[in-house]
Nanobody
Framework: QVQLVESGGGLVQPGGSLRLSCTAS????????MGWYRQAPGKERELVAT???????NYADSMKGRFIISRDNAKNTVYLQMNSLEPEDTAVYYC?????????WGQGTQVTVSS
């Protein structure tokens, strides 16, 4: 059984930082492309960032320079360091794992940026 379990969300003030974690089980983690996506109220789910097993990263343009994706293959965990958070970053953040036709999602973690 595949599970992706996110943690680290919460309430943060504008300009603050959060670090999200997603721990996977039931997959050969190192071969999967791991990603973070987010969905704000009333909007479609959008890409935040992805990272290959070898560490190659890709970011949505609006996240470049503020968000950093990383992974620890030994811990089956992918991280998203979010800095300089803005109210517009408020969303549910989802962890994703992809390998060819295999595509798995976590349950999501809420991030709220508000003063």
């Amino acid at each position: 059984q595949v599970q992706l379990v996110e943690s680290g969300g919460g309430l943060v003030q504008p300009g603050g930082s959060l670090r999200l974690s997603c721990t996977a089980s039931g997959i050969t983690f190192r071969i999967f492309v791991m990603g973070w996506y987010r969905q704000a109220p009333g909007k479609e789910r959008e890409l935040v960032a992805t990272i290959t097993g070898g560490g190659t990263t890709n970011y949505a343009d609006s996240m470049k320079g503020r968000f950093i994706i990383s992974r620890d293959n030994a811990k089956n965990t992918v991280y998203l360091q979010m800095n300089s958070l803005e109210p517009e970053d408020t969303a549910v953040y989802y962890c994703n794992a992809v390998f060819f036709r295999q595509n798995y999602w976590g349950q999501g973690t809420q991030v709220t940026v508000s003063s």
